[in-house]
């Protein structure tokens, strides 16, 4: 996966122009955070958005043509995960088949380019996942954190690895 994200990036911008937008309505998309502020702080990152509507797949028709493989690995690699969990939570095999995974699939690709400063940059304001689960790249940059016990904790990147994070779905599933 991390091989096919970079591929994405590496594309030459007139492969990727036709997604580049800041409107947020729009389900597919590329943007870039830079354009975003808060304080001093600004936002620094390139993100691709994609939204695939479940159980139809014509939604994908208009995600990226390149690299192919970005439409092929991202549903099996979210289903996947998502068996593990039930198996750790004790919940019986194919607890969230159905309604939980047959809504929207939301993917988004964050990309932290080389920045001049980054003692003034943010990759992302703090916020809650709002879905069952969110999967992040890893990658070589430095800075995700998570809240936990009142604390904010730094994440290590480990390269070729994701860090899975549970969002508020799965919290109500488990009390």
Not at 10 to 31: C, E, G, T, V
Request: with cysteine; proline share 8%; glycine share 8%.
């Amino acid at each position: 996966m991390e091989v096919v994200c970079d591929e994405f990036f590496q594309l030459p911008a007139a492969d990727k122009m036709h997604l580049y937008s800041d409107d947020k309505s729009k389900p597919n998309r590329l943007f870039s955070g830079s354009t975003y502020k808060s304080s001093s702080t600004m936002y620094w990152m390139d993100c691709l958005r994609l939204t695939r509507n479940f159980p139809t797949a014509d939604s994908i028709s208009n995600w990226p043509d390149k690299p192919q493989m970005l439409r092929e690995q991202t549903r099996g690699l979210g289903m996947e995960l998502l068996q593990m969990v039930c198996e750790g939570m004790g919940l019986r095999p194919g607890y969230f088949d159905g309604d939980l995974t047959g809504g929207d699939m939301v993917l988004s690709v964050i990309r932290y380019p080389p920045c001049p400063d980054p003692s003034k940059t943010l990759g992302l304001p703090p916020h809650c996942d709002r879905n069952l689960l969110t999967l992040v790249l890893s990658g070589r940059v430095q800075g995700l954190e998570v809240f936990y016990n009142g604390d904010w904790i730094k994440v290590e990147p480990i390269p070729n690895s994701f860090v899975v994070n549970f969002g508020l779905q799965i919290e109500v599933i488990d009390h």
